[in-house]
């Protein structure tokens, strides 16, 4: 059972960064994908972005150009750096990691292995 916890949360003001940073137990090179997801409070948990084993990344089309992910073999480390935050960006952020292709990398069934999440709270 891999597990994942992530940090990086926390409080900042619109337009302000943020870096979240996702730990493995596990080496990065026995998933396929990895991936960022998020949920604001009354909504479903959307995709962020992901990034194959082979780095190949994709990104929600909401924070394209803003958000970038990446990975860090050696640390089994997952990275997301979030620019140009926007209060629509508040919510919890998971992470998670898949084996196998499933359904496609920004589809939460696709992935069984998931953190307890950290929050993001952007203010305007």
């Known amino acids: 059972q891999m597990r994942l916890k992530e940090s990086g949360g926390g409080s900042v003001q619109a337009g302000g960064s943020l870096r979240l940073s996702c730990v493995s137990d596990?080496?990065?090179?026995?998933?396929?994908?990895m991936a960022w997801f998020r949920q604001a409070p009354g909504k479903e948990r959307e995709a962020v972005a992901a990034i194959v084993s082979d780095g190949t990344t994709n990104y929600a089309s909401s924070v394209k150009g803003r958000f970038t992910i990446s990975k860090d073999n050696a640390d089994n480390s997952l990275y997301l750096q979030m620019n140009s935050l926007k209060p629509e960006d508040t919510g919890m952020y998971y992470c998670a990691a898949a084996r196998y292709s499933g359904y496609g990398s920004l589809q939460a069934k696709t992935y069984p292995y998931w953190g307890q999440g950290t929050q993001v709270t952007v203010s305007s």
């Open positions: 596990e080496y990065p090179g026995s998933y396929y994908f």
